[in-house]
């Protein structure tokens, strides 16, 4: 079955920077649209970005453009975010996800999760 493993998430001082690791398994990888959403405690789901089959089409959420970088390694089945310039307001529950076809920031468009792993942004 397909499974995605973040990793990366920890705690963090403003101004500071993580990367983020999503390992797929269980699906074709280089097919896929990969996306990370994030969610904070009582707050919705929300899209941080997405990226193509061979990164050629990338989205960025607003808040994060200049400062969060996705990037891709089909040969390695991962997808990763790199977070620089790190904001309180970025703490959150960071789940990558997959889906076929066109790179979409809805988060009912993608069919698999990961179960998240949490950055925590300190002031």
């Known amino acids: 079955q397909v499974q995605l493993v973040e990793s990366g998430g920890g705690l963090v001082q403003a101004g500071g920077s993580l990367r983020l690791s999503c390992a797929a398994s269980?699906?074709?990888?280089?097919?896929?649209?990969m996306g990370w959403f994030r969610q904070a405690p009582g707050k919705e789901r929300e899209f941080v970005s997405a990226?193509?089959?061979?990164?050629?089409?990338?989205y960025y959420a607003d808040s994060v453009k200049g400062r969060f970088t996705i990037s891709r390694d089909n040969a390695k089945n991962t997808v990763y975010l790199q977070m620089n310039s790190l904001k309180p307001e970025d703490t959150a529950l960071y789940y990558c996800?997959?889906?076929?076809?066109?790179?979409?920031?809805?988060?009912?468009?993608?069919?698999?999760w990961g179960q998240g792993t949490q950055v925590t942004v300190s002031s």
């Open positions: 996800a997959a889906r076929m076809g066109i790179v979409t920031m809805g988060r009912y468009d993608y069919n698999y």
């Open positions: 990226i193509s089959w061979r990164g050629g089409t990338i």
């Open positions: 269980g699906l074709t990888f280089s097919s896929y649209i």
